[in-house]
């Protein structure tokens, strides 16, 4: 496993973390161990969730979930990792008695919530989840510096938020970001290099489709993704994925180690995190990241896929 700093202000991290949208939700406790002990084992620092992951599939539980069975995963582990969570989606009535999202009551509420779910006593990249388009960003920046300086976060982070609302408050940005979407490099890449922003690319598989698990004229596997998630299998996307599919067989690549290492090749991004269902999938993103594409195979995936480009 590679690591480099986030940005040029944050905390060293591995180049492939580990998102944990699936903890909670489509994992038990039992599989969110199994992954996130495959990813310690594969060098990943990084492990990302949010305080509304879990209780969405077929499960039951509730939001907050994500966070618990990551806390207890990690037990033992806590030192030897960047633990990164978000706040500022919906979290249900209790929540909504403090307030607006992006305001100092409700961080308050949402941080000591977190802490309280991670079992932990500070986090080391805390990230504002989306604008809730009524605080100031400055009444929530202003916030969350306080939270720093008491020790509870070490670093600030955002995600869908504008190009033009980054300031050097933030040592991150997360954003869908993808070899078949390129849209990022427009406005949001040049604002991240501009403030010495990390990028964390979210989806970097295309909810699967850079996988390898899909191909044209066959059904998505049961209970893949794209099995029940429509508008992504276009024939344009196809059309790309079978064209790295034969960029990466020229190299001697998997479609995963283009997906992966050319993403993480890419001006700004800081880590690739890619969420995992089984220790075998997260054994497997971390290793794609250990192509290292040269100025002429970028050139070459430019023309698979031009920059700015979103196919799907």
């Known amino acids: 496993m590679r690591y480099r700093r986030l940005g040029e202000r944050g905390p060293a991290v591995s180049v492939v973390g580990v998102g944990g949208n699936n903890f909670?939700?489509?994992?038990?406790?039992?599989?969110?161990?199994?992954?996130?002990?495959?990813?310690?084992?594969?060098?990943?620092?990084?492990?990302?969730?949010?305080?509304?992951?879990?209780?969405?599939?077929?499960?039951?539980?509730?939001?907050?979930?994500?966070?618990?069975?990551?806390?207890?995963?990690?037990?033992?582990?806590?030192?030897d990792v960047v633990l990164a969570t978000k706040f500022g989606m919906e979290m249900g009535p209790e929540a909504d008695l403090y307030g607006r999202r992006g305001a100092a009551p409700y961080i308050r509420y949402a941080v000591e919530a977190s802490?309280?779910?991670l079992g932990t006593d500070r986090i080391d990249l805390y990230q504002y989840h989306e604008p809730d388009g009524v605080?100031?960003?400055?009444?929530?920046?202003?916030?969350?510096?306080?939270?720093?300086?008491e020790g509870k976060i070490r670093h600030i982070g955002c995600s869908n938020l504008p190009p033009e609302l980054l300031t050097e408050a933030f040592v991150s940005t997360q954003a869908r970001y993808h070899l078949l979407d390129r849209g990022a490099e427009t406005g949001l890449v040049p604002a991240c290099l501009h403030h010495g922003i990390g990028l964390l690319p979210y989806y970097p598989l295309a909810n699967g489709l850079l996988s390898g698990k899909y191909r044209r004229g066959e059904e998505p596997p049961p209970g893949s993704r794209l099995s029940w998630r429509q508008g992504w299998l276009t024939e344009a996307a196809l059309d790309r994925v079978e064209a790295l599919t034969v960029y990466g067989a020229e190299r001697g690549l998997t479609l995963l180690q283009v997906a992966v290492g050319g993403l993480a090749a890419?001006?700004?991004?800081?880590?690739?995190?890619?969420?995992a269902m089984t220790p075998e999938q997260v054994t497997a993103n971390a290793a794609a990241a250990e192509w290292i594409p040269d100025a002429a195979d970028l050139v070459a995936l430019d023309a698979i896929v031009r920059p700015g480009e979103q196919v799907v």
């Open 24 to 79: 909670g939700s489509r994992l038990d406790e039992d599989g969110t161990k199994a992954v996130v002990h495959a990813a310690l084992d594969a060098g990943v620092t990084l492990f990302d969730t949010a305080d509304m992951y879990g209780g969405f599939g077929d499960r039951g539980g509730s939001r907050g979930d994500g966070e618990r069975l990551l806390g207890a995963a990690l037990k033992g582990h806590r030192d």
């Open 115 to 117: 802490l309280r779910r």
């Open 135 to 149: 605080t100031p960003l400055d009444e929530t920046v202003a916030a969350l510096c306080e939270l720093v300086d």
């Open 266 to 275: 890419l001006p700004a991004v800081g880590s690739v995190i890619c969420g």
